[in-house]
Each structure stands twice: as C-alpha cells, then as structure tokens.
C-alpha cells in the first residue's frame, strides 16, 4: 500500500522558513518523479515543485529562489525547503507520487497534506 506521510509544517512569522518532509513507503521510492503541491484556502490545487528520479527539480515561478526541493532516496524522503515565507504562502502543503500532472488529477497519489501558516 503507498503511504506518503508530510509533516513539518506549522505556524511562522512572514521573512521565516520551515522544512516540510514526506515519508514514503509501499513502492520504489527511488523510481517515481516526486511532487509537492498545495492548496490555499479558498482556492485550487497549486503546482510547487517536482523533483525527477535523477535529480532534476523544477519549480513554479512565484517560487523560485524561495523554495528549495530535495529526495533522500536511501530514506525514502523528499524534503521541500521553505524561505522567505510570505502570508501567501498559507496553505496545505501535500507530496505526491509522480509528475506535476498526476499529482494535481489524481487524489489517490498525495499524502493527507501538512499545514503552512504564516502570519504575524
């Protein structure tokens, strides 16, 4: 069974940052592209990052610079670094198994998502 558990996330001041962790398990963690997207009050699922299984990471424009993506394979983790965090940012922060279109279509691929807040 595909278990992907996020946490890490909380309660930070604007300018702050955190570090969000997703543990998988119940496949080949090293075979899957991974992806991290969000969801804003209010508002659709949001794209952030996807890192592929060699290395290459991608990330969402209004993100660059701020936001950093990373895989520990021999731990089964993916790692999405949070700086320069903005009130915009407030969110639901969940990883997914596979590329940025699978995680935004399909719910059976992301995790059950950790909370961002960030407020003064």
């Known amino acids: 069974e595909v278990q992907l558990v996020e946490s890490g996330g909380g309660l930070v001041q604007p300018g702050g940052s955190l570090t969000l962790s997703c543990a998988a398990s119940?496949?080949?963690?090293?075979?899957?592209?991974m992806t991290w997207v969000r969801q804003a009050p209010g508002k659709g699922l949001e794209w952030v990052s996807t890192?592929?299984?060699?290395?290459?990471?991608t990330l969402a424009d209004s993100m660059k610079g701020r936001f950093t993506v990373s895989r520990d394979n021999a731990k089964n983790t993916m790692y999405l670094r949070l700086n320069s965090l903005q009130t915009e940012d407030t969110a639901m922060y969940y990883c997914?198994?596979?590329?940025?279109?699978?995680?935004?279509?399909?719910?059976?691929?992301r995790g059950q998502g950790t909370q961002v807040t960030v407020s003064s």
């Open positions: 997914a198994k596979g590329d940025k279109y699978t995680a935004q279509l399909d719910p059976s691929s």
């Open positions: 119940g496949f080949t963690f090293s075979n899957y592209p």
């Open positions: 890192i592929s299984t060699n290395n290459i990471k």
